[in-house]
């Protein structure tokens, strides 16, 4: 998978997890993929959830892998 390619299937699955995190208040974008991790970033509520850590890999690391399987982890900047 080209560098596009892989930027193109995180922001599809990125895309997939938004209208949840919307609905909720929040938001999430991405920041950069480097050495197979990607960097996210949460907005809004998102920021101060308690459970961004449980919805950071149970949803979106999960969800990512599922789009790019080469992706070994997904972190939160700030």
Known sequence: MT??????????????IRPYLITDG????LVAIENNIVKIQFSGTCID?????????NGVEATIKRFAPQITEVIEVK
């Open 49 to 57: 959830c308690q459970i961004n850590h449980l919805t950071l890999k």
């Open 26 to 29: 929040g938001n999430i974008s």
């Open 3 to 16: 560098k596009n390619e892989l930027l193109i299937n995180v922001e599809k699955a990125l895309d997939e």
